[in-house]
């Protein structure tokens, strides 16, 4: 069923039109790695402070307020252009293993996130100044640090196609992982 409307999304002119674009799909490719670099990179900047690793000088909340506007902006962007590059060929992306994985460290990114700004900054007038900071802070800056820095890495790997589904054989593993609709032999 997701897959049958996958290839009726896939096969609209307008998906048709984005992937073959001469200047709209790498326009869109081109902003979608950009708001990364602008989303990641702030991100990462405030894991750092949160593991207690870099800018320890300055108040975690100055630190947030600061670069927030940066980081929410860069994943509007982000979330736009990505939608976008998916729309442009949605079955290849849905079978993708590296998608796949992507898409299950941005659901766990998206709850580190919503567990950070729900409980743990609500305390920030505890522990603005701690060095280290508190065990919790820095558990959410660890896990959103390697989880984008994984993002990144298997957002990366999709480009690749090692494990398309019309490459077979592949390992059993691999064709259930991808969703792979084999034909029955």
């Known amino acids: 069923m997701i897959h049958d409307f996958l290839t009726w999304l896939g096969s ?13 799909w790498p326009l869109i490719e081109s902003t979608h790695v950009l708001s990364i670099a602008l989303f990641v990179g702030s991100a990462m ?30 994943f509007v962007v982000m979330v736009i252009t990505g939608i976008l590059v998916f729309y442009s060929n949605p079955v290849r ?4 293993i590296f998608f796949r994985l992507k898409m299950i460290l941005m659901v766990v990114a998206g709850l580190n996130i919503w567990l950070f700004h729900s409980r743990i900054h609500n305390r920030v007038a505890d ?12 558990v959410a800056g660890l896990v959103s640090f390697a989880s984008w820095t994984l993002i990144v890495v298997f957002g990366r790997l999709i480009a690749y196609n ?11 593993f691999v ?6 609709m084999l034909p029955a032999e």
């Open 12 to 24: 609209t002119e307008w998906s048709v039109r984005l992937l073959e674009s001469l200047w709209v």
């Open 175 to 180: 064709n259930w992982a991808s969703g792979c």
């Open 127 to 138: 522990w603005d100044t701690a060095a280290p900071p508190p065990r919790a802070a820095r």
């Open 162 to 172: 090692w494990f398309d589904c019309d490459l077979q054989p592949q390992p059993g």
């Open 45 to 74: 900047m405030m894991d750092l402070r949160l593991m207690g690793v870099r800018f320890g000088t300055v108040r975690a909340s100055d630190f947030t307020s600061r670069l927030l506007p940066w980081t929410r902006g860069g």
């Open 93 to 96: 992306y849905y079978h993708n």
